[in-house]
């Protein structure tokens, strides 16, 4: 996975999954930080997700984990 599919996939969970805007806001920005705190992003991510997660996007997450955390 490159950074650049990195960026899409977590614009993507981020949008899909998260509720509350000023969190999607503050997410969103730092996907766009050149230094991409991929593992905070996830951490963050998880309250919105639990229980919520299709199969695919659970995939998505243990590869984003495995690659960049």
Known sequence: MTVDELRVHLNNLINKYVTDEPARQRLLKLVEREDIPAKGILV?????TSGLVSEEDRRLIGEIAFYYC
Request: aromatic content about 20%.
């Open 44 to 48: 963050e991510l998880t309250p919105f």
